[in-house]
């Protein structure tokens, strides 16, 4: 973890405490990772690869 730039920069207990509660997930291409609105559970460093991040606004249009 110390090779993720962000995460170099912590001291070392708190790599400990990352790397006894997380995992390594290799994911398959357009997996849904979490919605807009779900409650925060988890977070994630993207070590490879590309992300797509997409945002539709809500229908704002009064009936």
Known sequence: MR?????????????QQLAMCGFYEDLEKGV???????????????????????YHAADTKDG
Do not use: K
């Open 3 to 15: 090779r993720v730039e962000p995460l170099c920069r912590l001291p070392g207990s708190a790599l």
């Open 32 to 54: 849904t990772l979490f919605r807009a609105g779900e409650q925060g559970r988890y977070w994630y460093a993207v070590l490879g690869g590309q992300l797509e991040v997409r």
